[in-house]
């Protein structure tokens, strides 16, 4: 079964700092690509890092870039999300994503997890 899921989420001040976690089920960490995508109510989701599982090459939004930073754990079949210096607009929920190519669009992801709740107050 595929089947991906996320922790680590919660509520911080401003310019403090949350990691997010993603578990991925052997299937599903098998795709060439994981992805971290957050969501508000009312947009859609927006990409936020990639990263090549084979070779763990990470990309990253520029809305992020310098504040988040995305490693694996391969023995875990885990990604993670090191978010610093977090702003009240980083508020949404996170979401981990796997795909067979990588990608900017959520269109072209085939697993997705629950999500997880981060909330920065100012």
């Known amino acids: 079964q595929v089947h991906l899921v996320e922790s680590g989420g919660g509520s911080v001040q401003a310019g403090g700092s949350l990691r997010l976690s993603c578990t991925a089920s052997r299937a599903a960490y098998s795709s060439v690509c994981m992805a971290w995508f957050r969501q508000t109510p009312g947009k859609e989701r927006e990409g936020l890092t990639i990263?090549?599982?084979?070779?763990?090459?990470?990309s990253y939004f520029a809305s992020v870039k310098g504040r988040f930073a995305m490693s694996q754990d391969n023995a875990k079949n885990t990604v993670y999300l090191q978010m610093n210096s977090l702003k009240p607009e980083d508020t949404a929920m996170y979401y981990c994503a796997a795909a067979a190519r990588c990608g900017w669009s959520s269109d072209g992801y085939d697993y997705w997890g629950q999500g997880t709740q981060v909330t920065v107050s100012s």
């Open positions: 990263i090549h599982t084979d070779t763990g090459i990470t």
